[in-house]
């Protein structure tokens, strides 16, 4: 496992780990997706879980937020053990998180305004008007202003994407979750999804969990990451993407970087 | 085989030895998927007899056209020529049949990612059924368990739902019920009417056409046959409402932002259903009793004031009133088992589909059910 860019002990200790996964199993009846993933998120971390399709990113991002039960391991939001909690103290700590699913996963029988006020209604005493204002705010902060009274089913993938975003924000979260945010995205609206993601943490001080495999979002916005193996079933490599890039040992790691380019094997594509 | 002087030439395949240990596998001709090519059990035939080869070699000079065809062979001639250990040399082919067959050997097979194949005998899949039957009724219970306890927290004020998802399910499935519910009661009070009608007249006791109609409709018929319409609507719309937001993950998203779907989605409908499925029964067995009256006044030629008093006679409170209450229990019964089926939804759009259908098959399994043991339990205690 390479690490070359895990700050020292004493400056870990300094920074304060947002998130915590310790020993962390992930199977399905007796197929083990994942086993012993140890990796922390520091606070204010643009954080990607990176790795070959299907080798289980989007299983871990639904270990971390209790949707699964990890077969073995726990999940520690600061002190807080998640994964022994109970379903109140669980819901209770959900609300200080936001999640944009890969499909945006808006309400589909509400506007986007309704949308994005559904939390605001739900864990705050904003009056309707107020709810209104904020909601707009958040939907003219992703880039949609005007669309409030809109349905999902009348705006594009990419529209549903940003949407889904303005409400994972609504509450101003301290850590937002991103599943798959660049899929069927044009490298455009890829590029101003990255540039919304820096904002949150730059801006609203947020910490964030990106499951990708873009890897030009991975170089501009990452710093901090942990790459899945598919054929180990384990974590091979964390640390900074750049950083990884540049040094280190493992070889799926650096070819997954490089989209192949330093695989030793010659490509189909080069013969001829 | 002769070569033709057609616009495309068939496949060929043909064997040759080298020397005692190579086999020259020669194509030619079209090896498309359209026109039909040999099987690799032709090769694997040759392969057996002796002396058996440990090398394959081919010779493709002649080879025309070719497609995933000739892949498909070759694939098949490969896993055969693995298994059996035997060298395999494929450089005399055209270059890209060697480049996609590469390219479908890049990523290695995942080991355990492979479906096991069920093949229990019939004895074992019965067994595997009646088990999983009852292992339906227990997941019902304990949905229900689970939604009687997000009543307990609707009472003290702490659940979380839209007053306008209410709203928008009980116009659903009450005042657009209507239509529905007045055809088919008034048919079952038509031909409640019509199976007594024919069979009292021998007796000369025509007017207890009304008796029947009455107690039948109010007792159990308006109930039940309100219920099973409610089952087919209502149940299966929730079911596949709810199917449908599992699919596109919307009912995850109300989870991880801490609100509790159960809270959500399942407690309006079921509100929905409890408060509108007592009304619409009673107007059940009323237009039930009305088509009644029609078929007595024209077979039987009774008046509507004397069929009206008749059946005012026969029906008591009671009846009325139980008739009701085993109604309400069945809405009860349809609500839980669509929103149920609903949250168990697999992940494709046909799942939807079974949601709403095993949610329509569980709601009147579980009513009938209901109905007799309700008419058990009326019957001892004499309701």
Same mark, same amino acid.
């Given at each position: 496992m390479s690490t070359p860019s895990q700050p020292t002990a004493s400056e870990s200790s300094k920074q304060k780990a947002a998130i915590t996964v310790n020993n962390l199993t992930m199977a399905f009846g007796n197929f083990v997706v994942m086993k012993d993933l140890n990796f922390k %998120?520091?606070?204010?971390?643009?954080?990607?879980?990176? @790795?070959?399709?299907?080798?289980? $990113?989007s299983t871990l991002l639904r270990h971390m937020l209790g949707l699964i039960e990890p077969a073995k391991g726990e999940v520690l939001y600061g002190d807080f053990n998640f994964t022994k909690a109970d379903l109140e103290e669980r819901e209770a700590k959900l609300?200080?998180? @936001? %999640?944009?699913?890969?499909?945006?996963?808006l309400w589909s029988s509400m506007t986007l305004a309704e949308n994005v006020g559904l939390p605001l209604g739900e864990f705050t005493d904003l009056k309707p008007s107020e709810i209104r204002e904020v909601a707009s705010l958040k939907l003219?902060? %992703?880039?949609? $202003?005007g669309f409030e009274d809109y349905y999902p089913s009348q705006i594009s993938g990419g529209m549903q994407k940003r949407a889904g975003l303005a409400r994972a924000i609504a509450l101003d979260p301290e850590i937002v979750f991103f599943d798959e945010p660049s899929a069927g995205l044009d490298p455009i609206s890829s590029r101003l999804l990255d540039d919304l993601i820096l904002e949150l943490r730059d801006n609203l001080g947020a910490t964030a969990v990106v499951v990708s495999h873009e890897l030009p979002s991975i170089f501009a916005i990452g710093n901090n990451s942990v790459f899945l193996d598919a054929e180990t079933r384990t974590m091979t490599a964390s640390g900074d993407p750049k950083e990884l890039l540049a040094h280190s040992t493992d070889h799926r790691v650096k070819t997954f970087l490089t989209r192949g380019e330093e695989d030793g094997k010659n490509s189909a594509r080069d013969h001829g | #085989?002769?070569?033709?002087?057609?616009?495309?030439?068939?496949?060929?395949?043909?064997?040759?030895? +080298?020397?005692? /240990?190579?086999?020259?596998? !020669?194509? &030619?001709?079209?090896?498309?998927? !359209? /026109?039909? #090519?040999?099987?690799?059990?032709l090769a694997t035939r040759e392969l057996d007899k002796p002396p058996k080869p440990k090398k394959v070699t081919f010779e493709g000079s002649h080879l025309e056209g070719w497609d995933t065809g000739l892949l498909t062979f070759l694939m098949g001639? *490969?896993?055969v020529c693995q298994k059996r250990k035997i060298e395999l040399d494929m450089s005399a082919l055209p270059a890209g049949v060697g480049q996609l067959i590469k390219l479908a050997e890049t990523v290695p097979e995942k080991t355990g990612a492979r479906l096991e194949r069920d093949h229990s005998s019939f004895i074992e899949t019965l067994g595997k059924a009646t088990i999983s039957y009852a292992g339906a009724l227990d997941e019902f219970l304990t949905f229900l368990g689970q939604v009687t306890i997000s009543f307990g927290k609707l009472a003290v004020g !702490? *659940? !979380? =739902?839209? #007053?306008?998802?209410?709203m928008v399910i009980i116009q659903d499935c009450g005042a657009n019920a209507f239509g529905i519910v007045t055809l088919i009661s008034f048919l079952v009070g038509v031909i409640l009417a019509?199976?007594? *009608?024919?069979?009292?007249?021998?007796?000369?006791? +025509?007017? =207890?056409? &009304?008796?029947?109609v009455g107690i039948a409709m109010v007792r159990d018929m308006g109930g039940v046959m309100t219920a099973i319409i409610m089952a087919g609507r209502t149940g299966a719309a929730f079911a596949a409402q709810l199917g449908s937001m599992k699919v596109t993950q919307e009912i995850d998203a109300l989870t991880t932002m801490g609100i509790s779907p159960l809270e959500f989605l399942v407690l309006p409908r079921v509100i929905a259903l409890f408060l509108m499925i007592p009304l619409l029964c009673i107007y059940a067995d009323c237009v039930g009793i009305l088509g009644g009256s029609f078929v007595a006044a024209t077979m039987l030629h009774i008046s509507f004031t004397a069929y009206f008093r008749e059946t005012m006679n026969a029906i008591m409170l009671t009846d009325v009133l139980g008739g009701i209450f085993k109604c309400t229990v069945y809405g009860i019964i349809v609500a839980v088992a669509g929103c149920l089926r609903g949250f168990q939804c697999g992940n494709s759009s046909s799942a939807v589909g079974d949601a709403a259908t095993t949610a329509v098959v569980t709601s009147i399994v579980y009513i009938v059910v209901a109905c007799g043991i309700f008419a058990f339990l009326f019957n001892t205690l004499g309701i």
């Open positions: %998120v520091n606070e204010h971390d643009i954080f990607i879980i990176m @790795g070959g399709s299907g080798c289980g $990113k609300r200080q998180f @936001g %999640v944009l699913y890969q499909s945006g996963a003219a902060l %992703v880039g949609l $202003k | #085989m002769q070569a033709q002087e057609n616009h495309t030439k068939p496949a060929e395949l043909s064997f040759a030895r +080298a020397d005692n /240990s190579t086999l020259v596998v !020669r194509v &030619a001709g079209d090896w498309h998927l !359209r /026109s039909g #090519m040999p099987s690799p059990l001639l *490969a896993d !702490r *659940a !979380r =739902f839209r #007053m306008v998802d209410l019509f199976m007594g *009608a024919v069979q009292l007249q021998k007796f000369g006791a +025509a007017i =207890f056409i &009304a008796d029947l």
